[in-house]
């Protein structure tokens, strides 16, 4: 959990300025909502919708090929 120095500020800047700042993870041990709540204790601005995960990613493809349920194996943050 180690922060770059001034990156916290820097991403805060740029969404104070309208910009869409959002963080990808290739973890799937946690929601989004966890991430982005970790993000926020390290000082980053975040928000649940600001965080794209494996699962997130996963069930947006399947969503756009008219797939509404799917078997899934592995971690809780996964399966949320």
């Known amino acids: ?3 770059i120095a ?3 500020e820097a991403l805060g800047r740029l969404a104070k300025s309208g910009v869409f700042v959002c963080y990808v993870t290739n973890n799937s041990t946690q929601t989004r909502a966890d991430f982005a709540a970790k993000l926020n204790r390290l000082g980053f ?3 649940e919708n600001s965080v ?3 699962g ?3 069930a ?3 969503r756009g090929r008219g797939i ?3 078997g899934v194996v592995g971690e809780g943050g ?3």
């Open 78 to 80: 996964l399966v949320k």
């Open 56 to 58: 997130y990613g996963a």
């Open 6 to 8: 001034g990156a916290p």
């Open 1 to 3: 959990d180690t922060v």
């Open 60 to 62: 947006a493809l399947l």
């Open 68 to 70: 509404s349920s799917a």
């Open 52 to 54: 794209i995960g494996t």
């Open 45 to 47: 601005p975040a928000n």
